[in-house]
């Protein structure tokens, strides 16, 4: 099974900071990693698919890339509406999906 | 619009069973891979099920196999998580999912509340 390492486990950031998550695949999974936000009592939101394509209507200061099985969410600058928690998620169609542990990026 | 709408969760006893429903509109169901995801207070997202869109294949997380049950009805747009034999760990928000494709987004239910407890 593919296992997502994700880090850090929690991020403490400034508005207008940059801000890197990291997620390590425990084997290559080609480009298929999306990463979510996700607010409390909310369902987790889409920000990125395939590695580093940006889902309509996300704001540009999210991107994401990919460097063999370690993928990046960066945002840049922070805005206030981006404290809450960020999964990654490895994904194909018609198999089982493996999720991050979560960052939470607090204030 | 395209809309997942979760129902059937509550309170169950340990060792009881609960059926989930999740009804979808606004797109061509059995055109899509369905899936529930969990998510237990203050913790994180973690996959349960698959299901594919003509509902011959299927595949579960290692903790519930064998207890839960995935299946989906296309000619009433409605899928069905049924869990037997529930633990206190099975207690979670749980989320109904449709896979992207065809250009079109993943889209997530707004889930339904399971608690398991005596």
């Known amino acids: 099974d593919i296992q997502m390492t994700q880090s850090p486990s929690t991020l403490s950031a400034s508005v207008g900071d940059r801000v890197t998550i990291t997620c390590r695949a425990s084997?290559?999974?080609?480009?298929?990693l999306a990463w979510y936000q996700q607010k409390p009592g909310k369902a987790p939101k889409l920000l990125i698919y395939k590695a580093s394509t940006l889902e309509n209507g996300v704001p540009s200061r999210f991107s994401g890339s990919e460097s063999g099985t370690e993928f990046t969410l960066t945002i840049s600058p922070l805005q206030p509406d981006d404290f809450a928690t960020y999964y990654c998620q490895h994904y194909q169609s018609y198999s089982p999906w493996t999720f991050g542990q979560g960052t939470k990026v607090e204030i | 619009q395209v809309q997942l709408v979760e129902s059937g969760g509550g309170v169950v006893q340990p060792g009881r069973s609960l059926r989930l429903s999740c009804v979808a509109s606004?797109?061509?169901?059995?055109?899509?891979?369905m899936h529930w995801v969990r998510q237990a207070p203050g913790r994180g997202l973690e996959w349960v099920a698959v299901?594919?869109?003509?509902?011959?294949?299927?595949y579960y997380a290692d903790s519930v196999k064998g207890r839960f049950s995935i299946s989906r009805d296309n000619s009433r747009n409605i899928m069905h998580l049924q869990m037997n034999s529930l633990r206190v760990e099975d207690t979670a928000v749980y989320y109904c999912?449709?896979?992207?494709?065809?250009?079109?987004?993943?889209?997530w239910g707004q889930g339904t509340l399971v608690t398991v407890s005596s």
């Open positions: 606004g797109f061509t169901f059995s055109s899509y891979g």
């Open positions: 084997q290559s999974i080609s480009r298929w």
């Open positions: 999912v449709r896979e992207s494709g065809g250009g079109d987004s993943v889209v």
């Open positions: 299901i594919w869109y003509d509902g011959n294949d299927k």
